[in-house]
C-alpha cells in the first residue's frame, strides 16, 4: 500500500502560470481534501470531495480549482498562479464511516516567483 | 466557522520530562478532537483523537484531555524522547455523528524539541 502519493514534491513557477498538483489512494477512501500550509497558520482546507463526483469548498478556495477524476485520483489546479501561493500543498484521504482519521501525503512545496 | 487556537508555539523540554500543548476551540457543536504529528518534510500523520463524549484518552505515552465546558483539549507526552521532536497540531470538527468525511479545522501549530 502507498497510501497518499502526491506529485509533483517540488516545483516553481512564474506568476500567471498554470499548473495542476495530482494525488492519488489506494486505501478505497470516499472523503479527499486539498490543505495548503502556510508557515504559522497551521492547516487550511482549500477544496475537499465527499465522494467521486461531488467536490465542496474549504476555506480558500480562492485561485484554485479541483477535480475528483475517479474514487482514487483528486487534482488541484492553479489557472493563474499567484505569489501569494507560495506555500506547501498537501493531499488527504479518509474513510466515509469512523475512526475519523485523515491520511496525508507527503506535499508538494510550490514557489512562485 | 470554527476557530482553533494553539499554545505554546514552540516548546522546549528535557528529554524525560513531560510536554503539554493546549487548544481551545469556539464552537459547541464540534465533537471530534484529533491530534497530528508532522515529522520534517513528511505529512502530518494521527497520533490519538477524542470525542465529545469523552473526557481522557491515553495511549502509552501519550494522553488528550478533553473539557467542553471550557471548550479546551489538552495533548500530554510523558517522558519524552528525541523521537517526540515534530510540530504538533491540534484540530476540531463539526462533523454530523456517524460519518467520517470531517472538515477539520487546524491549530497553528507547536513546534516541539526534546533537549537530550
Known amino acids: 500500500n502507498a497510501g497518499v502519493t502526491q506529485t509533483p514534491k517540488f516545483q516553481v513557477l512564474k506568476t500567471g502560470q498554470s499548473m495542476t498538483l495530482q494525488c492519488a489512494q489506494d486505501?478505497?477512501?470516499?472523503?479527499m481534501y486539498w490543505y495548503r500550509q502556510d508557515p504559522g497558520m497551521g492547516l487550511r482546507l482549500i477544496y475537499y470531495s465527499a465522494s467521486e463526483g461531488t467536490t465542496d469548498k474549504g476555506e480558500v478556495p480562492n485561485g484554485y480549482n479541483v477535480s475528483r477524476l475517479n474514487k482514487r485520483e483528486f487534482s488541484l489546479r492553479l489557472e493563474s498562479a499567484a505569489p501569494s501561493q507560495t506555500s506547501v500543498y498537501f493531499c488527504?484521504?479518509?474513510?466515509?464511516?469512523?475512526?475519523?482519521?485523515?491520511?496525508f501525503g507527503p506535499g508538494t512545496r510550490l514557489t512562485v516567483t | 466557522g470554527e476557530n482553533v487556537e494553539q499554545h505554546p508555539s514552540t516548546l522546549s523540554v528535557q528529554e524525560g520530562d513531560s510536554a503539554v500543548i493546549k487548544c481551545t476551540y469556539s464552537d459547541s457543536a464540534s465533537n471530534y478532537f484529533p491530534w497530528y504529528k508532522q515529522e520534517l518534510g513528511k505529512g502530518p500523520q494521527l497520533i490519538i483523537d477524542?470525542?465529545?463524549?469523552?473526557g481522557e484518552k491515553k495511549d502509552q505515552r501519550i494522553a488528550v484531555t478533553l473539557n467542553k465546558t471550557a471548550k479546551h483539549f489538552s495533548l500530554h507526552i510523558t517522558e519524552t524522547q528525541p523521537e517526540d521532536s515534530a510540530v504538533y497540531f491540534c484540530a476540531a470538527s463539526i462533523g454530523a455523528a456517524g460519518f467520517g468525511n470531517e472538515k477539520l479545522t487546524f491549530g497553528t501549530g507547536t513546534r516541539l524539541t526534546i533537549i537530550p
Open positions: 477524542i470525542r465529545s463524549n469523552v
Open positions: 488527504a484521504s479518509g474513510r466515509d464511516r469512523g475512526p475519523y482519521e485523515q491520511y
Open positions: 486505501m478505497n477512501h470516499n472523503s
